[in-house]
């Protein structure tokens, strides 16, 4: 299997800019994640699908960010207005079966200038 | 509410052992995971334990003490690769069953 995919690896953009981050899941994982990165707050839980439904996005920032999966094999993550202070490393990650460990797609690595 | 603490920082020397500790506070534990992020590159699973115990793979151990909110990563034999952060996760009923993240553990290996 090809692990989780994410495009793109590296995105530099403007403020104001829209941002689309995407991800393939693992096939047959029924789970799909978005984290973000930064040092300052860890891994931090944005939105989580199971079965294509989103079942919680507490941890989306506010409405500039919105995430959709319209397929079992397709997630996106979208910015819009992007702001410097999105800047950070996102990452998909997607699980299923078993003790349902994640399994971590590379991240793309946003910066917002 | 929810917690997790683990040291922010350690240094060991190669081909020693090293035990990374992990401490939480839950509601409704379901399970710990141990994972293991090195520097610009993704998280990957290293452990899982759900009853106490020792766990054991390879040169890495995980431990787990419900009671006491309680888990330890013991890597032996460390090599140089080893040199990453280490991050411990609870599952709980109370966040619908997905993963509370501690801030991980920055482990450096000295020659």
């Known amino acids: 299997d090809a692990g989780v995919i994410q495009s793109p690896r590296h995105e530099v953009t403007e403020m104001g800019q829209e941002v689309t981050l995407r991800c393939k899941p693992i096939?047959?994982?029924?789970?799909l994640f978005w984290y973000r990165q930064t040092m300052m707050r860890g891994l931090e839980l944005l939105i989580y699908?199971?079965?294509?439904?989103?079942?919680?996005d507490s941890g989306m920032p506010e409405d500039r960010f919105s995430a959709k999966m319209p397929n079992a094999s397709f997630s996106t993550l979208k910015i819009q207005p992007s702001e410097p202070r999105d800047s950070a490393v996102y990452f998909c990650?997607?699980?299923?079966?078993?003790?349902?460990?994640?399994?971590f797609g590379p991240g793309t690595r946003l910066t917002v200038t | 509410g929810q917690n997790i603490d683990q040291p922010t920082e350690m240094t060991a020397t190669e081909g020693a052992i090293v035990q990374i500790n992990c401490t939480y506070q839950?509601?409704?534990?379901?399970?710990l995971f141990w994972y293991q992020q090195h520097a610009g590159e993704a998280p990957t699973f290293l452990s899982y334990?759900?009853l106490d115990g020792l766990e054991e793979k390879g040169r890495f151990s995980s431990f787990l003490s419900r009671s006491k909110g309680y888990s330890y990563l013991l890597l032996k034999e460390l090599q140089m690769k080893d040199s990453a952060s280490y991050l411990c996760?609870?599952?709980?009923?109370?966040?619908?069953?997905?993963?509370?993240w501690g801030a991980g553990t920055k482990l450096i290996i000295k020659p």
């Open positions: 990650a997607s699980s299923g079966q078993g003790i349902y460990e994640q399994y």
């Open positions: 096939s047959g994982h029924d789970y």
């Open positions: 699908f199971n079965n294509n439904v989103p079942i919680d």
């Open positions: 839950t509601s409704g534990f379901n399970g």
């Open positions: 334990n759900v």
């Open positions: 996760a609870v599952r709980e009923r109370a966040s619908n069953y997905q993963l509370i």
